[in-house]
């Protein structure tokens, strides 16, 4: 992460972040039809199994409308490549067309791109032990992170024991690095008006502030020392604010569990479980009659 450009330009953005830990998954063989399309076998653990079929020339058009004639497919049990047939040999060196690790490809398929399909159970493997909260206050994800040391981390590594057998604890640690991005909603007369992301450096750090003692008061992850046990009362918080009622959600098809809760996230916010705060009331409203039973299963 530390050498990646890209990585760190995606963590500066970034100042609430969760680490959470979910048994390693890998690919698990795959197939080609004559068509080009490749089917590949998705082990998750536990019973966790799926298909995901890949049109790798649909992908390829999708690069401004790239259309080569052969790509070469380069799978390992973690990563799939897949590479423009030319002249030049393929080494580790090669940049692929595209790629998809196990939680990219996951990822990917939540938000249903172009040339990924089956994978019903993408929300199943989407599905993670949430173990600490954490924000950069003064800074972002990436110098909290990785310029100094990271104390929870560290515990995590430490006492962690990995769920799949001859896998590292490193090999099944995730970090999800967020952005917060808030929307205001005023009522004038009976029409709401919804107002965008821009707010002050100041009070946008009040809003991150706030993000975490609401996800730990409520989450409870084990590797959060202290639990907010006075939220909202705080006194960097949004506590005593002009808001009637506000609250947070994880707008991404995402699952986080805890000893205590599960946090369905979504990309329709309508079906997204919110953490709402109104005056000292502090509650997980969940979305009724929208999860499926899948989303239950872990």
Excluded at 31 to 42: K, L, P, Q, T
Excluded at 148 to 170: F, M, T, W, Y
Excluded at 241 to 248: E, I, P
């Amino acid at each position: 992460m530390k050498s990646d450009k890209a990585a760190e330009s995606v963590l500066r953005q970034s100042d609430f972040y969760l680490m959470a830990t979910r048994h390693e998954v890998r690919f698990h063989g795959c197939r080609v039809e004559d068509s080009g399309n490749v089917h590949i076998f998705i082990d998750g653990g536990e019973g966790l199994y799926d298909e995901v079929i890949l049109e790798p020339f649909v992908i390829a058009k999708s690069f401004e409308g790239f259309d080569p004639e052969e790509l070469v497919v380069d799978l390992g049990p973690k990563i799939i490549k897949f590479y423009v047939e030319g002249d030049v040999d393929i080494d580790e060196n090669t940049e692929p067309l595209e790629w998809f690790s196990t939680e990219k490809l996951i990822f990917d398929r939540s938000r249903n791109l172009p040339g990924i399909h089956a994978f019903e159970r993408y929300r199943e493997f989407a599905t993670y032990n949430l173990l600490y909260v954490g924000i950069a206050k003064a800074s972002d994800t990436f110098d909290r992170l990785f310029e100094g040391a990271h104390h929870a981390r560290q515990k995590i590594l430490s006492n962690e024991h990995p769920h799949r057998i001859g896998a590292r604890v490193s090999d099944e640690l995730i970090l999800f690095p967020f952005e917060l991005v808030p929307t205001v909603i005023r009522e004038v007369g009976t029409a709401p008006a919804f107002e965008g992301g821009q707010v002050s450096r100041h009070h946008h750090k009040v809003i991150v502030a706030d993000a975490e003692k609401a996800f730990i008061h409520l989450l409870k992850p084990e590797y959060n020392v202290t639990q907010y046990a006075d939220y909202p009362r705080s006194s960097d918080g949004l506590y005593g604010a002009s808001y009637q009622s506000y609250g947070f959600y994880v707008e991404e098809n995402l699952i986080f569990v805890t000893k205590n809760q599960i946090l369905h996230g979504h990309l329709d916010h309508r079906r997204a479980d919110v953490l709402e705060i109104a005056g000292d009331i502090v509650r997980l409203r969940k979305s009724t009659g929208t999860h499926s039973q899948n989303d239950l299963c872990r």
